[in-house]
């Protein structure tokens, strides 16, 4: 029997102040306090060369995909490539939470038939958990079902929408979870936000560059009983520089 396939799922800037006093003995100068930015370290772990174009029918995606994420990196780009999402729904939208594609049998599927089942003949991806890699706004991510190594789907995605989480949330998530957030990931989840409770339990392999508002329109799109959009939102994809 065929298993549903769902998932239940800033840059920090330190500025320092650096006050020069010279005294001599004939004046006193002073110099006026500066103050120098210094941007948060680059996520080696996020890093990555291939962008993928979504162009859906309210809007385009554009989404970089983690090098430090390879076996997903590299099956995303071999069905990117192959034209298999063309034509495809984002089948199951929930708002404050996420938006979900990839089911092959969405681009045929008729007015209200419920999906997600699709893409389960085909061979997983071993689970890629990094927890230097968060559920941030526009993370791109793997669906997958109950199956006990966590492994995801070959073709099924999400990407995250997902709310602003206060320090005692994250506090009490960390506890939870036994994980530690970096003082940059507690503030990308206080201010963009995202769904921090599937950490370490979905692989993010991606992250949106370009379209955050494209995803919230989706999301707030009205869907049936099953979460599907009234209206299909139709997707394209390409590899772009």
């Known amino acids: 029997m065929k298993t549903k ?15 020069g006093i010279a005294q001599q003995k004939t004046a006193i100068s002073s110099k006026t306090p500066t103050a120098k930015v210094v941007a948060a370290k680059p996520n080696p772990y996020t890093a990555g060369k291939t962008k993928v174009k979504i162009t859906t029918s309210v809007g385009t995606i554009i989404i970089k995909l983690y090098d430090s994420t390879p076996q997903h990196r590299d099956n995303f780009i071999k069905l990117v490539k192959a034209g298999f999402y063309d034509s ?24 209200g038939a419920m999906l997600g089942m699709g893409g389960g003949d085909m061979e997983r991806i071993p689970a ?39 320090e005692g949330e ?22 963009i936000g995202g769904t921090p ?15 955050l508002q494209v995803i919230d329109k989706i999301a707030a799109m009205k869907t049936d009983g099953n979460n599907r959009p009234l209206v299909n939102v139709i997707m394209k994809m390409e590899i772009v520089k």
């Open 128 to 166: 890629e958990f990094n927890k230097n890699i968060i559920h941030k706004k526009g993370a791109l991510c793997a669906a997958r079902d109950g199956n006990p190594t966590k492994a995801s789907s070959a073709c099924q995605f999400y990407i995250v929408q997902g709310k602003v989480s206060n």
């Open 5 to 19: 396939i769902l998932m239940f799922g800033f840059l920090l800037m330190t500025i320092f102040s650096l006050n």
């Open 170 to 191: 994250l506090f009490n998530m960390e506890q939870s979870k036994g994980i530690t957030y970096s003082a940059e990931q507690k503030n990308q989840y206080k201010t």
């Open 197 to 211: 409770f599937l950490d370490m339990d979905y692989t993010v392999f991606g992250e949106t560059i370009s379209g």
């Open 88 to 111: 495809l729904l984002f089948h199951r939208v929930i708002q404050g939470f996420m938006i979900q594609g990839g089911d092959p049998m969405s681009k045929t599927a008729v007015a």
